[in-house]
C-alpha cells in the first residue's frame, strides 16, 4: 500500500520534472529541421527558473481571479497525473480516485479557469485568443467524447489501466479497424488541443494570429513560469495518455518489479515520447497553419475519424 | 473476427478496410485536385492488399489476379491517362466551390457510413463468407461516398474520381462475397474503366478549353452568347 502511494507521487515527480524537457526538445528538433541548431533543449527550464526569479506585475483592474488562475492550471495536470498511467502498468494508489472523463474534466477545469483570467484583465488579446480557444474546444469536445466512449466501451471500464491492456491482448487487437481510427482521431484532438501547426502555431510571436498562446500574455514573473509549465504538462499528459492508453502500452512496469521496474519505465516512456516528438515534429513542419474557419474542416474530420471507429466496433467488426 | 479462421490476415484486412474507408472518405472532403487524384490511388493500392491478403487466406487465385489488374489498371493507367489527357492546370487549382461545406459533407458522409452498416448487416446474415463482415459494410459504404463526392463536388476531375471509388468500392464488397469471381468479368473492368476514364478526361480537355474551368457544376443551365 504505502509502496504505490510513493510510486503515484513519484510519477507526477515524473510528469513535473520531465515536462518542460519535452517541450525543449520539441522546439530544438523544429530549428534542427529548418536547418537551424535551435536553442538547448534545457532552455524551458532556464526559463522557468528566470521567470521565477523576476518580479510579478498585476494590473490594478484584474480579479482574484487572474491571480488565482497560474496556480489552478498549474495544479490541474499535476492531479490528473495521479489519475493516468505515466510508468506502471498496474494501477496505482490514486488510481480509482477518477476515471477517464475525470481527468478530462480537471483538465478542463484548468482550461476554463485560464480562460477567465484571460477575459479578466480586459487586454483585447486576451479575450480574443479565449474565445478562439474556447471555439476550438467546444468542436474537440465531441471528438473527445467520442473516442472515450468509445474506448471504455471496447475495455468495458473507463479506468486507463484496464483500457490499455485490452487493445494489445492478443496483439491482433491492436491492428481492429476502430483502433487504429480512434488513434488517428485522438492524434488529431493532441494537436488541436495543444495548439500544434495545423491548428494553432506554438511558436508564433503574432498576437493577431494566436489561439492558445495569447491567454498568458498578461502573466510576468511567477504567473508566467508556472503557465508556462503548466501548459508542458498539459502536453506531457496528453502524450502519456496517448501512447501508454491507446497506441503503445509497452514498456512500462510489471505488476512485481518492485521500485527498480518503476525507475527503469523512466527512460522506456522518455524514449516512446521522444518517437513521438519526432513524428509530431515531422506534421508539424510539413504542414501549414490552417485559416481559423478551417479548423472546423480538421475537428470535423477528427470527428467523422471517431465516429466510424465507433461504429466499426458498435457493428463488431 | 474471433471466429475467424485466420486471427492475423483477419485483423490484417480489417486495417486495411479501415485505412480504405478513410481514403474514400478523404476523396469526399480534400480541396486539391491532385490530392485527391493520389488519395485514389492509395485507395486502389489498400484494395490490392485487401485482394492479396483473402487470397492468401481463402487460397483464391482470382484473387491475386484481380490485385494484379487493380494495380495495372488503377494505380498506373488511370492516373496516367488523367494526367496526359486533362491538363496540368486543372491539378494545381482548389476547389473553393461546393455544393457544401467541408463540414456538413464530411458529417453527411458518417450518417452514410452507418447507414452502408444498417443496409449489410442483414446480408451479411445470409452469406457465409469469413471476409465478409469486414469487406461488405467497408466496400458499400466506399460505394456511398463514392457516390456521394459525384453529388457534392463541381470539378469535373473529383467527380470522375468519384465515380471510380464507387468501382473501388464494389471491388472491395465482391472480393470477400465471391472470392472465385470469375477473371473474365475482371477483365471486363479493368477494360471498361480506362475508357470511361478516357472519354472523361477528354470531354474535360475540351471543356477546359473552351470555358477555361473544369466546374461542371457550373453548366447546368443554358446560356446563349
Known amino acids: 500500500m504505502l509502496e504505490r502511494i510513493v510510486y503515484n507521487l513519484l510519477q507526477v515527480f515524473v510528469v513535473v520534472a520531465f515536462a518542460p524537457l519535452v517541450e525543449g526538445v520539441v522546439s530544438r528538433l523544429k530549428e534542427i529541421l529548418q536547418s537551424k541548431r535551435g536553442p538547448s533543449i534545457f532552455q524551458p527550464y532556464r526559463d522557468i527558473w528566470k521567470l521565477l526569479h523576476k518580479d510579478e506585475i498585476v494590473s490594478e483592474h484584474s480579479s482574484w481571479i487572474f491571480r488565482v488562475a497560474p496556480y489552478v492550471a498549474f495544479t490541474a495536470p499535476v492531479f490528473v497525473a495521479l489519475l493516468i498511467p505515466v510508468l506502471t502498468r498496474y494501477p496505482l494508489f490514486f488510481a480509482f480516485m477518477g476515471d477517464m472523463l475525470g481527468g478530462g474534466f480537471v483538465l478542463a477545469l484548468g482550461g476554463f479557469v485560464t480562460t477567465l483570467a484571460a477575459v479578466d484583465t480586459a487586454n483585447p488579446y486576451g479575450p480574443m485568443g479565449a474565445s478562439r480557444t474556447r471555439m476550438v474546444g467546444f468542436l474537440a469536445e465531441p471528438v473527445f467524447i467520442v473516442v472515450f466512449l468509445t474506448v471504455s466501451f471496447v475495455a468495458g471500464s473507463t479506468i486507463p489501466y484496464i483500457v490499455q491492456t485490452r487493445w494489445v491482448t492478443p496483439i491482433a487487437n491492436f491492428f481492429e479497424p476502430s483502433h487504429v481510427l480512434l488513434m488517428i482521431a485522438f492524434l488529431m484532438l493532441i494537436l488541436a488541443e495543444d495548439g500544434r501547426i495545423p491548428v494553432d502555431s506554438p511558436s508564433g510571436q503574432f498576437e493577431l494570429a494566436m489561439i492558445d498562446r495569447s491567454k498568458s500574455l498578461e502573466y510576468s514573473g511567477r504567473g508566467a513560469a508556472l503557465m508556462k509549465w503548466a501548459g508542458a504538462m498539459k502536453f506531457f499528459i496528453l502524450i502519456c495518455i496517448f501512447l501508454n492508453v491507446l497506441v503503445v502500452p509497452w514498456g512500462l512496469a510489471p505488476e512485481d518489479s518492485g521500485l527498480t521496474g518503476v525507475l527503469l519505465a523512466i527512460p522506456f516512456v522518455l524514449l516512446k515520447i521522444f518517437v513521438f516528438v519526432l513524428v509530431l515534429v515531422y506534421i508539424e513542419s510539413s504542414l501549414a497553419k490552417l485559416r481559423l474557419f478551417r479548423i472546423t474542416e480538421f475537428l470535423g474530420a477528427a470527428f467523422v475519424i471517431s465516429v466510424v471507429a465507433m461504429i466499426t466496433r458498435l457493428s463488431e467488426i | ?225
Not at chain 2, 486533362?86 to 455544393?99: C, G, L, M, N, P
Not at chain 2, 459525384?150 to 469535373?156: C, D, L, P, S, T
Open chain 2, 1 to 225: 473476427m474471433d471466429g475467424s479462421p485466420f486471427p492475423v490476415i483477419a485483423a490484417l484486412d480489417a486495417l486495411t478496410g479501415a485505412l480504405f474507408l478513410l481514403t474514400a472518405l478523404g476523396v469526399v472532403a480534400t480541396r486539391q485536385v491532385l490530392a485527391s487524384l493520389q488519395l485514389f490511388i492509395l485507395q486502389s493500392l489498400l484494395l490490392t492488399l485487401s485482394a492479396v491478403l483473402l487470397g492468401i487466406a481463402l487460397g483464391s487465385v482470382h484473387l491475386f489476379a484481380v490485385a494484379g489488374i487493380t494495380i495495372a489498371t488503377k494505380t498506373l493507367l488511370i492516373p496516367w491517362l488523367l494526367q496526359r489527357t486533362v491538363s496540368a492546370d486543372v491539378y494545381r487549382t482548389r476547389e473553393i466551390e461546393r455544393v457544401l461545406n467541408i463540414p456538413s459533407s464530411l458529417l453527411l458522409s458518417a450518417v452514410l457510413i452507418v447507414l452502408a452498416y444498417v443496409i449489410a448487416s442483414p446480408i451479411l446474415n445470409a452469406v457465409e463468407v469469413p471476409f465478409a463482415a469486414v469487406n461488405l459494410p467497408l466496400g458499400m459504404a466506399a460505394i456511398f461516398l463514392g457516390a456521394f463526392t459525384i453529388v457534392v463536388r463541381r470539378e469535373a476531375v473529383p467527380q470522375l474520381l468519384g465515380l471510380l471509388a464507387v468501382e473501388n468500392g464494389v471491388f472491395f464488397a465482391g472480393i470477400a462475397i465471391v472470392p472465385n469471381l470469375p477473371v473474365i468479368a475482371e477483365l471486363a473492368a479493368a477494360v471498361d474503366v480506362p475508357v470511361v476514364v478516357l472519354v472523361i478526361g477528354l470531354l474535360t480537355r475540351r471543356i477546359y478549353r473552351r470555358l477555361g474551368t473544369t466546374s461542371v457544376g457550373q453548366l447546368a443551365a443554358l446560356r446563349e452568347h
